[in-house]
C-alpha cells in the first residue's frame, strides 16, 4: 500500500487517548446532550419533532462510522479514504443539518444567548462565509485541490494533516449543507432556484473530479490503478447519492421558508437570520 496514513492513524492520541476513542467518546456527548435537549423540549406545547431527533442521531452514527471506519475496504487504501471523505464530508453533515442543532440549542437556552447568537449570525464575515458561493469554494473546490495537486501525497505522509484534511471535509460537508437546506437560522439565504443552481454546480464538479480520478488524468495519486478507479467510481456513484438527497431536503423546507419569509416581510424565497423561537419545529 502507497498511503501510509492508515496504520499510524492507531497511534494518534489526544490527552493520551487513541484519537479514534477520543472523537467516539466526544460524538456520544453530543449525542446524548441532544437527545436529552430533545427530549425535554417535546414536553413543551410547541413539542421537538422526532425526526430531527432520529435525523441527528443517524447523522452522528454515520460519522462515527467514518471516524473508525467500518469500511469494507482494505485499511490505509486508496478507496477507504474515499469512504472516509464521503461518509464524514458528505453523508453524516447532511443528517446533522437535518437535526436543527443550533434551533434546539436557542430553544434549551435564555433569550439572551440567542440574541447573542443573531448578532453574530449578522457580522460581515459570518454572512461571507455563509454564502452558498464561499461553502460551494470550500467543500468542491478543495476536493480539486487535494487530488490535482502534491497535497494528497504529503497528507500521507504525516499523520496531522491526514486528520486535519478529514476535519475539513466535515466543516466544509456541514457548511454546504447547511446553507443549501439547513433549517436552522442562518444569513439571508438567496432564493431556492439560485441554491439549485449552486447544487448544480457542486454536482458537476464533484462528478468530473471523480472521473479525471477514475481516468487517472491530471490526478497526483500515488496509488495502484485499480485502487484509484474504485475510488473514483466510489467518488462518483455515492456522491450523486448524497448530493440528490441534498436537494429534496432542500426542497422540502422550500415551503416553510417561504411562510417565515412572509410573515416577517421579507422578499419571498429567502430567509432572514431570526431567532429559533420564530421558526418551525414541525420538522416538515
Known sequence: MLLAHGPHDHAA?????????????????????????AMRRSREPRGWSPWRTASFVLGLAVLAAGVVPLSPFPAGSFPEHMYQHMVIGMYAPLGLVLGAPVTLLLRSTPR?????????????PVRFVANPVTALVLDIGTLWLLYLTPLFTLMTSHVALHHLVHVHFFAAGYLFAYVIAGPDPAPRRPSVPARLVVLGVAIVGH??????????L???LPVPAGERRAGGDLMYFSGDIAE???????VSTWRP?????????????????VPARTRSDSGR
Open 218 to 220: 491530471f490526478a497526483d
Open 13 to 37: 492520541t489526544s490527552g493520551g487517548l487513541p484519537l479514534g476513542a477520543f472523537s467516539l467518546a466526544l460524538i456520544a456527548v453530543v449525542g446524548v446532550a441532544y437527545v436529552v435537549a
Open 244 to 250: 440528490l438527497l441534498l436537494a429534496l431536503a432542500m
Open 112 to 124: 439572551s444567548f440567542g440574541r447573542g447568537v443573531m448578532r453574530f449570525l449578522r457580522l460581515p
Open 207 to 216: 462528478a468530473v473530479l471523480a472521473q479525471l480520478i477514475y481516468a487517472g
Open 257 to 273: 421558508e417561504r411562510r417565515a419569509s412572509r410573515a416577517l416581510g421579507d422578499p419571498p424565497d429567502t430567509v432572514a437570520v
